[in-house]
């Protein structure tokens, strides 16, 4: 699987939007992004993903690049709940053998301030 | 999302005892579970794979004598640390990853981890 590179921390004012960006540099056409997130002492919680799109759902938009060698994420408007690690993992489609994995970066440490 | 359930939340042991973690998909059959460790200020790294009925798949440096998994059922995954030390003291979590039909990219959920303590 592609590797990805975050920047070790974020900070955002609350309210405000916050951008996470991924660069995936070396992804596969056959790869998709994902972003999990891990609040402390907690299991990570998935977010988004996608493939080429960008994608919106309830908690955030994923904008990835027309090249796909880089995502944003973006949560429109932060809460000091959004403070968390947010991973961006690359990966193949599951192909129905058992060889589907998430291999964890150290992520982005995103606080979110008063 | 799909809900995953761990249990314990949090063990203290002795050293030498075994401990046994379940993971249990609630709403949803889970063909793939994964078992994760967690250190402190670390990533996660990914122990083992699992798949119902079948033999755990270990990732590389993890004893698989020492850290028993067992998958049943499409439900329930277990994770038995045995002759526990303290440095096996960690936050352990489990991943389970919804079937779905050949070529569905489904994603994976996670449970909300186990603190173990190994005193």
């Known amino acids: 699987d592609a590797k990805t590179t975050q920047p070790t921390s974020m900070d955002c004012a609350e309210g405000r939007a916050a951008n996470l960006p991924c660069n995936h540099s070396t992804i596969s056409g056959n790869e998709y992004v994902y972003w999990y997130r891990q609040i402390h002492s907690q299991g990570p919680q998935y977010i988004i993903h996608g493939l080429k799109n960008n994608e919106t759902n309830e908690m955030a938009s994923l904008i990835i690049t027309e090249d796909r060698k880089s995502s944003t994420l973006i949560l429109p408007h932060a809460t000091l709940r959004d403070t968390a690690v947010y991973y961006c993992i690359v990966r193949v489609a599951w192909s129905g053998g058992s060889n589907y994995k998430l291999t964890f970066g150290k992520g982005t440490l995103l606080t979110v301030n008063p | 999302g799909a809900v995953v359930s761990q249990h314990p939340s949090w063990v203290i042991c002795k050293s030498g005892t075994s401990v046994k973690i379940e993971c249990r998909s609630l709403d949803f059959q889970a063909t793939t579970m994964f078992w994760y460790r967690q250190f402190p200020k670390q990533s996660l790294m990914l122990m083992a794979t699992?798949?119902?009925?079948?033999?755990?798949?270990?990732e590389q440096g993890v004893e698989k004598d020492k850290f028993l998994i067992n998958h049943a059922s499409l439900t329930l995954s277990t994770l038995t640390v045995t002759s526990a030390h303290p440095e096996d003291s960690s936050f352990y979590i489990c991943?389970?990853?919804?079937?779905?039909?050949?070529?569905?990219?489904?994603?994976?959920?996670f449970g909300q981890g186990t603190r173990l303590t190994v005193v």
């Open positions: 991943s389970a990853r919804e079937r779905g039909a050949m070529g569905q990219n489904t994603e994976a959920f």
């Open positions: 699992s798949n119902e009925g079948s033999k755990a798949t270990y």
